[in-house]
């Protein structure tokens, strides 16, 4: 495969872009992007089973939200909502919390990103409870503002030379569908009810933050138990529990919020990502009365909820709720099982396990040590990956071992399933030892 034209280019950025900005597997510079299909700066193709970091859920340039931001275009491109309105982020506005859980009433503000409404999260949880301290959980990523990055415990990299960091942020053990359920039921709140017994007085904690699907961990789901229990204890304490979407919303996991998996409706949602359909956009939604706990400008900026962004984001939104985009989910969450399984009875000794749910899954690459005991294969799910790229997919490792798969929702069913057949034809290269060392030179990702 031909990459002089991207190698240039990464040579460029290395000279002016801080290294902090890229967690990079391969060398692609991206050209053009077609829906489902990537194209790099010298021509090479490559099925898209990663969305931009699962923030293009209808793949990029799609005809209808395409033309939807042209004509806004036509019309100008932003003016800041901190000083004036506009017909889009208020449609917007009202189209989400229309499908908010439980339809309670609810309200929203827009930001910029999926961190700085993990901001928002904070601040409206402190100002409506008057309490100041927050729980979130080991292995939960939320961003890379000053507070988000303060609630994220997936890596040191996101901590080291930094702190200190937002006081009162309290981290605990995450249960997911992993656990037995007798082991979930005894264990799986029992170190926050022990901190609440002991040092933290569960009556100046505001908020729990969750992701329902730990999405930079590995796509772990979390277990019903945990999550039931977890629900139960901030009712009896008052405390506001707060469902982080960020990566999951949008029919990621096959509903509009993937807390809907666990018959809970949330007292605020957190969103991000495919919010804006490809454009940048960041939002915070929680029930009336919290949202009007603070008054501007406490959460606003000067090109949040801009009129391009929400233009992009409620054609999405109406796109998905026709039965076209339904029928499609549906059929190709059902096609992608099929794939998972197939892979995994194919190469039982390298697959051992399948991560997630709906269209936002993870296939767990490991090895036998010289014992015979099953443990991570880091290395192999790198060769995998990188091989798949030279072969024609784009698709990434999370968690070390975990291969990230969240391809396009309306993802064309012929590309879902050349994307698998290019894993497994990777999988078996690897098992041949047909992969050189010298791809581990790319690897720079999580």
Known sequence: MNTEMCNVLVERDRRVVAPSQHLSYFPLAVAKVDQDIVYDEDGNQFIDFLTSASSLNLGSCHPLITEAVKKQLDLYSQYTIAYTYNKASVEYAEKLTSVYPGKVPAKIVFGNCGSDANDAAVKFARAYTGRS???????????STYGSISMSMVTTRMRAKMGPFLPDIY????????????VCEKECIADIERAFATYLPPDEVAAVVIEPIQGDAGLLAAHKIFMKKLYALCQKYGILFISEEVQQAFFRTGKW????????IPDGIVLGKSIGAGFTLGAFMAKSEIMDSLPAPAHLFTLGGNATACTAGKTAFDYMCTEEFQETLKDNTALMQECLENVCSKYPDIVTGIR???MSRGLLITKKDENGKIIPDSVGTFKILYHA??????????ADNILRIQPPLNIKPENLKKGFEIIMESIQDYKEGNISDEVMNFRNGW
């Open 356 to 358: 997630g749910i709906g």
């Open 133 to 143: 301290k927050i729980i979130t959980f080991i292995n939960a990523y939320h961003g």
């Open 171 to 182: 981290c605990f053990p995450f249960y997911d569908e992993s656990y037995a359920d007798d």
């Open 389 to 398: 790229y030279e072969k024609g997919l784009l698709i990434i490792s999370l």
């Open 257 to 264: 919020f993937s807390i809907e998996h666990y018959n809970i």
